[in-house]
């Protein structure tokens, strides 16, 4: 499955789909609107891949034990264990207009399920979002492939290639001060849109590369860099 660009909506079609059949995670927060400036509401959908020069019972083991790899991938994102498979996961800071925000997020890295692993939103313990909440939902899927030899001059062909491939939808609310709303509504839109897409490129090429680095070297298996750049190029965009 070739990676697909991220698709954005306009800001009718992100309100309905908000309000519409999206989560109750973000509808509890809605009371945030009457301590201060107007809620804003932005959606991404994202999809792409992730190649491993092993079997999907190998790659399978890995993702299984994430405690032992996630928070050093995750660097130099800070991430914190909470309970068995939860992380709290700070970002960096981002921001456009005057107006910044460093967001942290709680992911609980579900087991598999029939070979499905899925990644959904928790809260972070003591922690209150100042002004913005995030619904973050996460689907990968393994799928063995055949090697392709034309890619791996310089090494030991594998004997086979695992393909992680994931797909994520993330809606995000953010209550603006109000200074931001004199802006016009579609340049604000537009600015969010881009640094949403912004966020999630960063985060998914800084943790496709650990994440590739470490699990080849826990195998002892060479894994090109002619193969490590494809990827970026294929990156949500």
Known sequence: MQANSAEYYSSETAHSLVLGATSEHIESNLDKEAQGGEVSYFHGAFSSCMEMYADAAAVARYLDAHREWFP????????????????????????SFSYEVEPKVGLNLLPQNQGVYRIQTIAVPGYEP?????????????VETEPDFSQA?????????????????????????????????PLIQTTGDRLLNQIVRQVSRCLTHKVQEDFHSSLGVAFPKKRRNLWNRHQVS
Request: charged share 20%; aromatic share 10%.
């Open 130 to 142: 100042p002004g913005y909440d995030v619904d973050f939902r996460a689907e990968l899927q393994l």
């Open 72 to 95: 050093r991938c995750a660097h130099p994102m800070k991430a914190e264990l909470i309970g068995e498979t939860g992380y709290a996961l700070t970002i960096g800071r981002f921001g």
């Open 153 to 185: 001059a310089g090494i030991q062909p594998p004997d086979c290639i695992t393909r992680i491939e994931w797909e994520l939808d993330l809606n995000v609310m953010i209550q603006f001060p109000r200074f931001i709303h004199a802006l016009p509504q």
